[in-house]
């Protein structure tokens, strides 16, 4: 699958978020989880438009040193 397989995913997470969005906002009114939904869907569109936010490498972190 590769990259056509994370565009694909993105999209439908995407699609998902507007769709709870409108759930909670047109459909049944909840403001809390309509501002839930609608801060996950401006932060994931920023973090995906900006890509010095984006992670370079994974790093697998120290461990403690046995003492």
């Known amino acids: 699958m590769g990259r056509f397989g ?3 995913g993105n999209v439908l997470l ?3 978020l ?3 969005l ?3 906002t047109v459909k049944e ?3 809390w989880f309509a501002s839930i939904v609608a801060f996950v869907l401006v932060l994931s ?3 995906s438009v900006i ?3 984006h992670a370079k490498a ?3 972190g120290e461990y403690p040193y046995d003492d």
């Open 22 to 24: 409108y759930n909670s």
């Open 29 to 31: 009114w909840d403001p």
């Open 6 to 8: 994370q565009i694909l």
């Open 18 to 20: 507007i769709f709870l």
């Open 45 to 47: 569109l920023v973090i």
């Open 58 to 60: 994974t790093s697998p």
């Open 51 to 53: 890509p010095s936010l």
């Open 14 to 16: 995407y699609l998902f």
